[in-house]
């Protein structure tokens, strides 16, 4: 198990000091589906290089980095790129020991054995990952972050776990979603149910809301006296809420907000928004056995509906789906799905730059890879649902349907 | 008789009331290596009164608009500049007053003002109804407050960089609706003086033309016990006499303005021509001005020691022998297309210690998202005669307001000396950046750059898009971005003597000079015009439904399996569309429905 895993790390670190040291280096940190307004690397030494200067980095319109980023990329710029490589593999080592211990009657142990290192496989040679590595985005370290909570979680240290999230909500605001599944997966574990009027439901969620809340107090307050304002909320969380940059990224709201008319850019804001955070609420009723999955799916709807999402995103759920990899048999259009996601990553830099550079094509060429691209993801998460969902079906109902009549039965959603 | 001497009594306390003005007219004329000619006019009023305090009523000759407007929104010095056009430097020289291209307005308001932003907004409304510009399309996306260049030209006491607003319209024409209000405030007008010469025909057929108010508080006599107020009119414009002229480097008031002088204008105290003879290295014997001129003046201007012929239309001797003044420049040789290469590589800069700024028109632009803007490549040459003295530095600022659409990303300043191997030094970084929206980007720095050098500054920005309602009218023009500003105290290789501002020529008093060893000069660079990426301005609806679409699809497929469950499907029979696909599906070869 050590010796393939070694293996795979070498060949990955290999892959990124190759592109470091070339000529790609530059363009791909370039691309806007890598880099976006939030984490690109050059923002980060833009501000990094205002601080210098006296001037707050947030007085601009520049920099959107937590203030603790600042600090820890001051120490470290020399270093940028081993930062970024090894971030990656401290990465694949915790999904390493992230071992679903989710009791499968149909999964073999021998299977199980070998997920972490399709995980880690998926993570690291995933060209999404490496190319956002070499861009030396910081969007490696929130999957880091989430990496790190994730593996909390799984452990069963309400703390860590608290701690990890919380450095995740402060990071981007979205993971505050992951609350729940957090939450459920830690209360089955201590085999409390899940019921409403139960006492120990209530006190097990204050406690881990409560060191949740205050983590990420502790965490605003130092960033508040690492740079003695408050600049850095409206820059951060207001940029993240408000999507102010239209710049074009992978996701879906750009355009739309490009096109807006003014009366309604504060109601779509809000919409948009919304759409974020209330699928948890049906998902964790759906899905309360099943807090895993829930975060899967969580993590997945965080990357589709940010407001500025990028390749480095999608790579962190797509690490995950090795895992479920027994419910291939139930996915439907898997063939048609993947082939949309290749093709569409292909030809984003095509039309963009037949929109840029050739001034041939205009903004709805890309615009509308866009939404293909979107469409490919929802479809790919929703197909993995229905999988899970039907999977299910059958581990209480046997594998075997009939009918009354003893014919073979089909299974439909009603 | 009482009554008579107690009218005069009044009479002269009221003249006395209400301050003398004086008002002097000049005409430069520059012929200019190329084979151009430039030819400045200034009108410069100056009247001793203080308008700030006690209401001023009675207005002379210092226009009643432009008065009103200093005293009610407690201005203390105003600079307007509409230019069309662009100054080449590389071939015409160092001109003292140069002007950026397109509308330029910097102002500083008293202490007093106590909403400064207020009374800019107010300025900038009423003196785009003064002068028919555009310029009330000045608000905060582009105006800056700098704080190293842009000092007063006139009297100051202290400076509070929050009273100076700065601001640049690049995309502003100029033409004759702007020069016709401009003239309006000329206390003769266009009909008699120098400003006859201003027609609209000629002068904007030209490759610059620059016209500029500026007004300003100045000492009223050597002890500076009283303000005075001068306001200077100036209007720049150069034209090309060479290739209109039928090859011929000849020109004349005639041929260059369709007019002559005829008289002075009856309200000015000085009314003078000048016409630049210096004589450059190789052209001393070949040029002829006529009439010849009654005096010959010498100035020393930027450094130079330059002669000029002076015409006072003043004095009664001019007009004796025609009632037309026709200022001449003529050849003494006849030209052939040599004598014009020959002028052209007589490069009169390499003898003289001078800051020049070489515009780099094409840009290396990587046309995806990034620009490295060579803003200002800046060649200091070491003087001549004073090659054995060591490195003479200049000192010199370079201010580059960026409006908001592009955000800057590293700015990047790179030093490549030519022989030596001198660094540069940055004393003084003054960054502002942008937000979006609300305020353009500022960079100001000051620089000493090391002799025999070549200086490149580099700024790289990003394209940002907006929102589709933010375009103007043709937005695949393109965005201006306004040219950066080079402000310089260049030493001057001459001393120069304090001079009267009163007994010495207008062209060189526009600079108050410290001491007479620099000189002060303000360069530009050129505007540039960006390409920004666009939307589709005809699709929001569209997009909307689209993305609307999307997430649709997601919230479809997740209601879908959050709310419903997996059942056994019982079968049914009939329906008649039922019973007709299963007909196709058994062709087919598939099982029935």
Sequence with gaps: ?414 | MLAAAAALLLAAAGTVGAGRDALREELLLTPLPAGDVAATFQFRTRWDADLQRGAVSHYRLFPKALGQLVAALGVRELHLALTQGFWRTQAWGQLPLQAPAGAELWVWFQPTVTDVDKAWKELSNILSGIFCASLNFIDSTNTVTPTASFKPLGLANGTDHNLLRYAVLPREVVCTENLTPWKKLLPCGSKAGLAVLLKAERLFHSSYHSQAVHIRPICRDASCLAVSWELRQTLTVVFDTFSSGQGKKDWSLFKMFSRTLTDACPLASQSKVYVDISPKNKEKELLEVTPPPASVHEAIVQGDRRTYAVYDLLSPSLFNTSRSLNVQLKWKRPQDSSLREWIWAADWRDQHSHLQHTPISGLPCDPAGDCAVVSAALCAHSDYHHEGEGKQAKTAEAGAPTPWEMSRQCEIAQGSPGATDASLWLGYIHYQPAQDRRRPHLLEMLIQLPANSVTKITIQFERALLKWTEYPPDPNHGFYVSSSVLSALVPSVIAMKDMDVEQSPLFTSLFPSLDGSSYFVRLYTEPLLVNLPTPDFSMPYNVICLTCTVVAVCYGSFYNLLTRTFHVEEPSRGGLAKRLANVIRKFRGVPPL
Aim: with cysteine; aromatic share 18%.
């Design chain 1, 1 to 414: 198990m050590a010796a393939p895993l070694v293996l795979v790390v070498l060949v990955a670190v290999t892959v990124r000091a190759v592109l470091y040291r070339s000529t790609l280096a530059a363009f791909i940190s370039e691309r806007v589906e890598v880099a976006s307004p939030l984490n690109a690397w050059k923002r980060v030494v833009e501000g990094l290089a205002l601080l210098d200067l006296g001037v707050s980095p947030y007085s601009g319109a520049i920099f959107h980095e937590t203030p603790l980023i600042i600090y820890l990329f001051h120490f470290v710029i020399e270093y940028a790129e081993l930062v970024f490589m090894f971030k990656k593999q401290k990465l694949l080592i915790e999904l390493d020991k992230y071992a679903p211990d989710v009791a499968e009657l149909i999964r073999t142990p021998m299977e199980m054995h070998y997920i972490p290192l399709k995980v880690a496989l998926f993570y690291l040679l995933n060209p999404y990952t490496v190319m956002s590595c070499v861009a030396k985005s910081t969007c490696a370290i929130n999957n880091t972050v989430i990496a790190f909570f994730i593996l909390a979680t799984i452990k069963g240290s309400a703390f860590l776990s608290a701690v990890f999230l919380a450095l995740a909500t402060y990071q981007s605001l979205y993971p505050l979603t992951l609350f729940a599944p957090a939450l459920l997966y830690l209360l089955q574990r201590q085999f409390i149910p899940i019921k409403l009027k139960s006492k120990s439901f209530w006190l097990y969620t204050m406690q881990y809301a409560a060191l949740y809340l205050c983590s990420l107090v502790v965490i605003i307050c130092l960033s508040f006296f690492l740079l003695n304002s408050w600049d850095f909320i409206p820059s951060v969380y207001g940029f993240i809420l408000s999507v102010p940059d239209l710049t074009p990224n992978i996701g879906l709201f750009w355009y739309f907000f490009a096109e807006m008319f003014e009366h309604f850019s504060l109601f779509f804001v809000c919409v948009f928004q919304i759409n974020v955070f209330f699928y948890t609420i049906p998902l964790a009723i759906k899905l309360k056995e099943h807090p895993v999955f829930f975060m899967f799916v969580q993590i997945a709807i965080i990357s589709i509906f940010k407001s500025y999402p990028t390749v480095g995103d999608i790579a962190l759920y797509m690490a995950f789906l090795p895992v479920w990899n027994h419910l291939y048999r139930f996915l439907r259009n898997i063939f048609i799905l993947s082939c949309v996601l290749i093709v569409c990553s292909l030809l984003f830099p095509v039309l963009w730059h037949l929109w840029i550079y050739a001034g041939s094509a205009n903004s709805n060429f890309y615009y509308a890879i866009t939404l293909t691209f979107n469409i490919g993801q929802i479809l790919l998460i929703s197909d993995y649902f229905y999988a899970f969902l039907r999977r299910e079906y059958y581990l209480t109902h046997g594998l075997h349907l009939t009918r009354q009549d003893g014919t073979e039965a089909m299974l439909v959603l009603k």
